[in-house]
């Protein structure tokens, strides 16, 4: 019977894997691929997964480009309200579960308390300090003002980009659509029908009705 000969892979151990891969499930999951190009990593063994550490990017934000080396645990909340001190964007429960942290990249509302920064490189952010044209509020902004549909106004931010996208995609919503579109965001306050009512004025007046 003959003998098969088994090669010895030196094994990665706990402290490097999530040390490289920030710790998380997602990191883990998908840091390898993100970071396949990156520029500064840590040296490894042979027979062991690369553990990279971080990764020069460039995105624009709020129409303005910012080129910035970042590690692979952080997140695009991170980025912005540490790095780029737009802290408009809030940090609540920071597990994607109450929008408040709510940004459109490339148009498109994300999470950005869930989405890592190196995700990031090469797209278009907006953030509730970029819908502004000046001194003239973006026409959901000034509804919210006008119809009070905040309270605390820690959970605007999001409620607001949330809304500006939807509204974009779908200029004459009805009730129900408005609520199953902003069901992602969460107002500890309760104030749900003052919001709901400022989208429905934000839809009219930018309809020009």
């Known amino acids: 019977m003959e003998k098969t000969e088994h090669k010895k892979v030196n094994p990665v ?4 894997f999530i040390k490289g891969f920030g710790g998380g499930a997602v990191g883990a999951a998908i840091a390898p691929k993100l970071l396949a190009q990156e520029v500064n990593s840590i040296q490894t063994k042979r027979g062991e997964i690369p553990v990279y550490s971080r990764k020069q990017i460039t995105l624009s934000v709020n129409d303005q480009k ?10 695009l909340l991170d980025v912005l309200r540490e790095r780029l001190n737009l802290t408009g964007t809030k940090r609540i429960c920071n597990q994607g579960e109450c929008g408040g942290c709510t940004v459109l990249v490339d148009n498109k509302p994300i999470y950005a308390c869930l989405y890592l920064a190196v995700l990031a490189d090469g797209k278009k952010i907006k ?14 902004q000034q509804t919210f003002i006008d119809y009070d549909g905040y309270q605390c106004g820690f959970c605007t931010p999001g409620f607001i980009m949330a809304a500006t996208q939807f509204l974009q995609s779908n200029p004459d919503p009805s009730p129900g659509e408005i609520q199953k579109a902003l069901s992602g965001n969460i107002c500890r306050c309760g104030n749900y029908v003052r919001i709901h009512k400022s989208v429905a004025e934000a839809a009219k007046k930018m309809r020009g009705v």
Do not use: F, M, N, Y
């Not at 151990?13 to 490097?16: E, K, L, T, Y």
């Not at 953030?127 to 959901?140: M, R, S, W, Y």
């Open 66 to 75: 910012h080129t910035l080396l970042v590690e692979s645990r952080e997140t």
């Open 127 to 140: 953030t509730i300090e970029g819908l502004a044209e000046g001194d003239k509020l973006h026409p959901v």
């Open 13 to 16: 151990s706990r402290r490097d």
